[in-house]
């Protein structure tokens, strides 16, 4: 369908140079168009589909957008409450959606909805929904701490009737296609922010290196340059966990709980390492003029959007046996 063939590691490859552009709207948008919106299409879609939508956004043609968050139900997918009621060949959607990433540019949404009254787990499809139909209204776009060259709307559906035909694979599955999904989101997630956290180590240590403080650099500081090599450590490490679970991945394995575990540490080491390099630079570090600042705010999503730190928790403890899974 206009693809290379090659398999997951290049999407890893592809995710890390990313990292090298100065902001993270761009690398999450087009994370969203490869990783997020499309593998279950490719998946599980018909070859009908697949002409429709897929190909023009692997093209660039086509923006793409995932449908699945909303005000109640985040990280919690099995509690979303948009409905497509199925009448004749058609689906009659209702509800809306919340944080949607390019959701005000969009051409189609891999839409997450009820499509019956069954148990939360087995009553969800995945729609393509193109988004030029009447009923679908485009609230706004949220104005947000970080990712501030990103478009993420809140999206209302009334009445939306779109063809069953759009319905990706079999109905019910949804949920168990999205679980697949994030797999590959959260690895994806994982290998953007590898690049930044190094960029960032590297200016901080030439800032503190030729900034002076007490007739020294603040650099020659030992509580400094120790701390830069911790971070400097912990990159790497978080690095290893990453290939080891994409290696995984690609011979076929569930890779769930190393997913989980490289997401909750990507997140948690994004904040620390921004807030520790952010420090060094005084009050520079509090202004919009360098990166530091930037990706202060623009990493901090990496602990909430495609699963919380929580939610990680939770899934390495069920993969654990500490907790029981449902």
Not at 280 to 298: N, P
Request: aromatic share 8%.
């Amino acid at each position: 369908y206009g693809g290379m063939g090659l398999d997951f590691s290049y999407n890893i490859a592809v995710a890390e140079e990313l990292g090298n552009i100065r902001c993270g709207g761009i690398p999450m948008a087009i994370g969203v168009q490869t990783g997020m919106a499309t593998p279950a299409l490719t998946r599980f879609g018909s070859d009908e589909l697949k002409k429709q939508f897929l190909v023009p956004t692997i093209a660039g043609d086509f923006v793409a957008c995932l449908g699945i968050s909303e005000p109640g139900a985040g990280s919690d997918v099995a509690n979303i409450k948009t409905t497509a009621v199925r009448k004749g060949d058609e689906y009659v959607i209702n509800g809306g959606k919340m944080w949607i990433t390019s959701g005000s540019q969009a051409d189609w949404m891999c839409l997450l909805a009820n499509t019956s009254e069954g148990p939360p787990h087995r009553n969800k499809s995945l729609i393509c929904l193109p988004m030029n139909l009447p009923g679908i209204h485009v609230a706004k776009r949220i104005d947000k701490l970080g990712m501030r060259s990103s478009d993420t709307a809140q999206i209302f559906f009334e009445d939306v009737k779109v063809p069953s035909k759009n319905l990706i694979g079999e109905e019910g599955k949804g949920f168990t296609y999205q679980m697949l999904q994030f797999q590959e989101e959260r690895l994806w997630g994982v290998a953007t922010v590898l690049t930044p956290l190094e960029t960032i180590i590297q200016e901080t240590i030439d800032y503190t290196r030729q900034r002076k403080v007490f007739d020294q650099s603040v650099l020659h500081n030992q509580t400094v340059h120790f701390r830069l090599a911790e971070l400097a450590t912990e990159v790497e490490l978080l690095r290893s966990l990453l290939h080891r679970a994409v290696a995984l991945y690609v011979e076929g394995n569930d890779v769930t709980k190393f997913a989980s575990m490289a997401k909750l540490k990507a997140g948690r080491l994004a904040r620390e390492v921004t807030d520790s390099c952010l420090q060094f630079w005084g009050g520079m570090g509090f202004t919009s003029e360098v990166l530091v600042s930037r990706f202060y705010r623009d990493l901090r999503l990496m602990s909430i959007g495609g699963g919380t730190d929580e939610t990680m928790l939770s899934i390495i403890c069920k993969y654990m046996e500490i907790l029981p899974r449902k």
